[in-house]
Nanobody
Framework: QVQLEESGGGLVQAGGSLRLSCAASGRTFSYYAMGWFRQAPGKEREFVTAITTSGSSTYYAGSVKGRFTISRDNAKNTMYLQMNSLKPEDTAVYYC?????????????????WGQGTQVTVSS
């Protein structure tokens, strides 16, 4: 089992920044590709960004490209999401997830473990 815990969410004004963290249990973090997803009220869960096991490749949804940055520190078993230039439409519960494969990371199909989510609210 891999347990994931998100932190860093909160309330921020439009144009501001937040940094989310996702801490993983154990020493197997480096075996997994990681991703961030979000779900706004009344909407389907959507892909935000992902990073391969080695960090060699990253993927971003078009809506966040240029504003969000994903990174990972395998030594600390932690993944990060730096969110800049936040917009009200970024308001959602953000979830981190772990996948045993580096493929299909822009979908949720290969993700085996999910965190509980952290709320991000962007005010206008």
């Amino acid at each position: 089992q891999v347990q994931l815990e998100e932190s860093g969410g909160g309330l921020v004004q439009a144009g501001g920044s937040l940094r989310l963290s996702c801490a993983a249990s154990g020493r197997t973090f480096s075996y997994y590709a990681m991703g961030w997803f979000r779900q706004a009220p009344g909407k389907e869960r959507e892909f935000v960004t992902a990073i391969t096991t080695s960090g060699s490749s990253t993927y971003y949804a078009g809506s966040v490209k240029g504003r969000f940055t994903i990174s990972r520190d395998n030594a600390k078993n932690t993944m990060y999401l730096q969110m800049n230039s936040l917009k009200p439409e970024d308001t959602a519960v953000y979830y981190c997830a772990a996948s045993p494969y580096d493929s299909s990371l822009t979908t949720g199909l290969n993700y085996r473990y999910w965190g509980q989510g952290t709320q991000v609210t962007v005010s206008s």
